[in-house]
Structure formats: structure tokens, C-alpha cells
């Protein structure tokens, strides 16, 4: 069994180029492909499993359970789950990450900043 999800299929989201849930594929992760601005990114949240990100290119400024950090092109950030964090595009270029969740669907718990 195999699937190929074209690009005229995939699905957008508020800060992701691509949204794609494995559940209707019957894949175990989920990912989003974010293509951040300067200032752009998520606020505080959790998931109640692991999510691995992989900067692409450009720069983001994260908080990890508390901690500041910059991660840059090349760099993998690996989240466990239920770990409050955060991240924004930061520098003078875009911010391309792709960000593994550990799950056949998305599931995001808001978190008060």
C-alpha cells in the first residue's frame, strides 16, 4: 500500500505551507511545513506526544519548557511530550521548518503565554 498526496490535495493552515494528518493515510505522524516571516509562529502550546522539528532554513527564536533557545538551519529540535513551547521566525529571512508530531492526527493544546 502506498498513497501520494499531490500538492493541489494538501491541505493549509494559518502558518503552514502544508498540514498533512496521517490518520486518512494510515500513517502514524502528522507534519506541518511552515514558510514563517520575520515575527511569525505559534503560541505557547503542548501535545500529549513527541514532536521533532528540522529548521530548513532562516532562524527561530524557541521556549522549550522554560528554556530560550535559537535554532538554525540544520539544527533538530526534539519536544516531549506534554512540554509547553513556542517558537517565531526571527533574522531577515523566511523560516522554513518542518515539525513531526508523533501522531496520526494533530492535537494542540493552547497554553496561556
Given at each position: 500500500?502506498?498513497?501520494?498526496?499531490?500538492?493541489?490535495?494538501?491541505?493549509?493552515?494559518?502558518?503552514?505551507?502544508?498540514?498533512?494528518?496521517?490518520?486518512?493515510?494510515?500513517?502514524?505522524?502528522?507534519?506541518?511545513?511552515?514558510?514563517?516571516?520575520?515575527?511569525?509562529?505559534?503560541?505557547?502550546?503542548q501535545?500529549?506526544?513527541?514532536?521533532?522539528?528540522?529548521?530548513?532554513?532562516g532562524?527561530?527564536?524557541?521556549?522549550?519548557?522554560?528554556?530560550?533557545?535559537?535554532?538554525?538551519?540544520?539544527?533538530?529540535?526534539?519536544?516531549?511530550?506534554?512540554?509547553?513551547?513556542?517558537?517565531?521566525?526571527?533574522?531577515?529571512?523566511?523560516?522554513?521548518?518542518?515539525?513531526?508530531?508523533?501522531?496520526?492526527?494533530?492535537?494542540?493544546?493552547?497554553?496561556?503565554?
Amino acid at each position: 500500500m502506498f498513497e501520494i498526496v499531490h500538492p493541489c490535495d494538501q491541505r493549509k493552515g494559518s502558518i503552514a505551507a502544508v498540514e498533512f494528518e496521517g490518520k486518512a493515510y494510515g500513517a502514524g505522524v502528522s507534519f506541518f511545513l511552515g514558510n514563517l516571516a520575520p515575527g511569525k509562529g505559534p503560541g505557547l502550546h503542548q501535545h500529549p506526544y513527541a514532536e521533532t522539528c528540522i529548521v530548513l532554513s532562516g532562524r527561530a527564536a524557541m521556549v522549550v519548557d522554560g528554556i530560550e533557545l535559537v535554532a538554525g538551519a540544520g539544527d533538530v529540535v526534539v519536544i516531549g511530550p506534554a512540554t509547553p513551547h513556542r517558537f517565531t521566525a526571527i533574522g531577515d529571512k523566511r523560516l522554513d521548518m518542518v515539525c513531526v508530531h508523533a501522531s496520526d492526527r494533530f492535537i494542540i493544546e493552547p497554553l496561556s503565554n
